[in-house]
């Protein structure tokens, strides 16, 4: 079919990319939004081999599944190379991100200027649920590690996991 409103047929595809090392409330919040905003919502966890994660990239995919399921419309893979290859190889034309403060922005706009200077591949920047402004992987990582309480920063299957981690190190 051509003519108006036949490009409606084609899936609109999105991905929310990041390390998720692991997976917090801020980051299934973005997730969640973009599921409602596109047909098919792509979470690429991006492989950084010169940071050495507290989960492994599988372990990390796994969460991610877990916790987004109820969406029903995310796809969760593994990445190594260039955010924008990623785009490409999967016809995927905007990347959704959080910003949580003005700090975030310097370095956000940075990339989103780069990649469509790449390859055309848009950036849309979604505000932070003001609840999770402050929030990150890093953080999380190290209140838990101190026996801080992060149970209302992560999804519940997070939590068991940290805990399991942190116990075993
Ligand atoms: O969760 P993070 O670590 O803040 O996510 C940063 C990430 C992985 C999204 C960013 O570093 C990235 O896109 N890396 C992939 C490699 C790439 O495309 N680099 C050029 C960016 S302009």
Not at 5 to 20: H, I, K, N, T, Y
Not at 26 to 36: E, K, Q
């Amino acid at each position: 079919m051509t003519g108006p409103g036949s490009e409606g047929l084609q899936l609109r595809r999105a991905v929310c990319p990041g390390s998720f090392d692991p997976i917090t409330n801020g980051h299934l919040d973005i997730i969640g939004r973009a599921s409602r905003l596109y047909d098919v919502v792509h979470v690429a966890v991006m492989i950084n081999q010169s940071k050495k994660g507290l989960f492994e990239i599988d372990e990390r995919i796994e969460l991610i599944r877990e916790v987004t399921a109820e969406f029903g419309n995310v796809q969760v893979e593994s990445f190594h190379g260039l955010l924008v290859d990623f785009c490409k190889q999967r016809d995927i034309p905007a990347i959704v991100k959080g910003l949580r403060a003005v700090s975030d922005f310097d370095y956000e706009l940075q990339m989103a200027q780069m990649n469509i200077g790449l390859s055309g591949v848009e950036t849309l920047f979604v505000p932070t649920n003001p609840t999770y402004s402050f929030l990150s992987s890093s953080l999380v990582k190290e209140v838990a590690a101190w026996g801080g309480d992060v149970s209302h920063l992560v999804p519940e299957p997070v939590l068991a996991a940290l805990g399991d981690r942190l116990r075993r190190k």
